[in-house]
Nanobody, 123 residues
Framework: VQLQASGGGLVQAGDSLRLSCAAS????????MGWFRQAPGKEREFVAT????????RYADSVTGRFTISRDNAKNTVYLQMNSLKPEDTAVYYC?????????????????WGQGTQVTVSS
């Protein structure tokens, strides 16, 4: 599976962005997907995850109520809608493809990673 993330950019606090992650391969609809982020000087952290069928989603406490993960299996794409962005959301965002159909917040669960897309939120 190859992953290509896009949609990052420079926005102001309170703005919205939608990240996309396009996946290659025929197994996309059978695996969970996740979004993680890494800020400068910090470890990579979990943001959101979605099960293979899209029925189960989970979020980090810091983004709950502001971010929404979704997927379109017909398009082999997973999305991260980010609303009410804050300066502390500034990071490189990575999409990841899991080792099975169940969602997971652990980076160890994910076998494939995209190249990352930069999100910068100014105050």
């Amino acid at each position: 599976v190859q992953l290509q993330a896009s949609g990052g950019g420079l926005v102001q606090a309170g703005d919205s962005l939608r990240l996309s992650c396009a996946a290659s391969g025929r197994t996309f609809s059978s695996i969970a997907m996740g979004w993680f982020r890494q800020a400068p000087g910090k470890e990579r952290e979990f943001v959101a995850t979605i099960s293979s069928g899209g029925g189960v989603t989970r979020y980090a406490d810091s983004v709950t109520g502001r971010f929404t993960i979704s997927r379109d299996n017909a398009k082999n794409t997973v999305y991260l809608q980010m609303n009410s962005l804050k300066p502390e959301d500034t990071a490189v965002y990575y999409c990841a493809a899991g080792g099975g159909p169940s969602s997971s917040g652990s980076p160890k669960y994910y076998n494939y990673w995209g190249q990352g897309t930069q999100v910068t939120v100014s105050s």
